[in-house]
Each structure stands twice: as C-alpha cells, then as structure tokens.
C-alpha cells in the first residue's frame, strides 16, 4: 500500500507551517520515539499534526461529521 505522503507530496510544501521533532515533542510532551515515528508517518505540518493530536486526545469530537 502506498503511503500518503507519497500520493501526495507538493500537499506537505504546502500545508503552512511546520514543527521539528523537537518542537512537536515539546508541544504534546511526547517520548521522544512517539514524537518520531508520528512526525515520520504524518509529516511536519504543524496543522495536521494539531489536528492528529486533537482527535487522539478526544475522538468523539470527529465522529458527527
């Protein structure tokens, strides 16, 4: 299966503003392994990674869409 960021690569120069491991982990007081692999999966944009972050922390909120 082909990853997202591979379908879409111009969407991450795209997407605003972006955080480094070490700002993302700071922000969300991850382990730094948690902070790597999420930032590596979803990549930098600080968007989507406070979106990600926000439905993690309460999932209910994205189910009445």
Known sequence: MTEQSKLFPEHRRLSGERYTVET?????????????????????SKRELDLLMRARRDPQQFLNF
Do not use: C, I, S, V
């Not at 993302?24 to 930098?44: H, I, M, N, S």
């Open 24 to 44: 993302f982990r700071a922000a969300y007081d991850l382990p730094q392994q948690e902070a790597r692999r999420l930032f590596e999966k979803f990549g930098p």
